[in-house]
């Protein structure tokens, strides 16, 4: 259910351009005009009260009505004061470069991030690893603990301040550790040997006994909510789906479904493989991912969920090991 602010209507005739009159404390309509020469196209200009308490990753709903037409135009990025939007409205309404007789409407709203929701209650789970744009690309490996996002690229492991984008980008290990060609052994890796008790008490994981949001790589990536999956998420989602060995656009992956009511809902995991010092093991062929737990009986170790010889498990692994992160939201424990 979306969180609402007020909103404002402002009901205009024949809009060229002019200041619109405020109506409301919250959202204020400073200025609607259309474009000239006529283009289709509008600029909206409101504010938003500094006072206002804006909904997590708030997100401006613009809905222009008319007596034959209306849709909506969302912006991101809202905040509170000054706020500009540029509407192309022609395509919604059959090819118009003139609004007329047409109603306005603001209204802040909690953004749709996106996610499958796999059984009641549960997460909702990202579409795609922590560094993809798409569900078949491997994304980002990282070391248990730590932000740095790695890629495999010519026989060699790069972090991704090295790739094509990231050129001016400096993005320094979490624990301030120096980057390293071969970033996935014991002796580069921070969290490797620490206890539950050393790991809380160095401000890696936190009472809950899981990773805090300045070692979580999602979290760091994506920015909050998002955030990695818990050993207790992880097995819930191996209790309460299914999963079948695919492969989409040519890349071996794991299509992990819900069951019974939620059985129309699935992601797909691709078996990347882990990172191990310098190599990358059996991509293609198993997958790896972690979770924001350490494992509890062994500090070398972190939970993770593992799929191999078409079994989907929780267990656990070294925590050098280079693993791809899959992000959840909502529903923590």
């Known amino acids: 259910m979306k969180t609402m602010l007020k909103f404002l209507v402002l009901a205009v005739a024949a809009m060229a351009m002019g200041a619109m009159a405020e109506t409301d404390a919250t959202v204020k309509v400073t200025k609607f005009h259309q474009s000239y020469p006529y283009s289709g196209k509008a600029t909206v200009e409101y504010t938003v009260a500094t006072s206002a308490t804006l909904p997590a990753n708030a997100v401006a709903e613009i809905t222009i009505s008319t007596d034959d037409a209306s849709a909506t135009f969302k912006q991101k990025g809202v905040m509170a004061g000054a706020n500009t939007n540029v509407i192309d409205f022609a395509s919604s309404f059959g090819g118009a470069l003139v609004l007329t007789n047409a109603s306005f409407v603001v209204t802040i709203a909690e953004a749709d991030l996106g996610g499958v929701q796999l059984w009641e209650n549960g997460p909702y789970w990202a579409e795609c690893n922590v560094g993809a744009t798409t569900p078949e690309e491997y994304g980002y490996y990282f070391w248990w603990g730590d932000t740095v996002g790695y890629t495999r690229s010519g026989g060699a492991w790069r972090d991704h301040s090295m790739l094509p984008g990231y050129t001016n980008v400096t993005w320094v290990s979490s624990t301030g550790e120096p980057m390293s060609s071969t970033p996935f052994s014991s002796s580069t890796c921070p969290t490797c040997g620490k206890d539950n008790l050393a790991l809380l008490t160095e401000g890696y994981i936190d009472s809950t006994g899981n990773l805090v949001a ?120």
């Open 214 to 333: 300045a070692h979580d790589a999602a979290t760091a990536h994506l920015g909050a909510p998002w955030r990695m999956p818990t050993k207790a998420e992880i097995d819930d989602l191996v209790s309460n789906c299914a999963a079948d060995p695919i492969t989409t656009n040519g890349v071996s992956g794991i299509l992990v479904t819900g069951r019974g009511d939620y059985a129309d809902r699935s992601i797909f995991l691709p078996v990347s493989g882990r990172g191990s010092n310098s190599s990358l093991t059996a991509p293609g062929l198993n997958g790896y991912y972690w979770s924001s737990s350490p494992y509890p009986d062994n500090s070398e170790y972190a939970c993770q969920l593992n799929y191999d010889t078409h079994v989907l498990r929780s267990s656990n692994n070294p925590r050098n090991s280079g693993m791809p992160v899959r992000p959840v939201r909502g529903f923590a424990e």
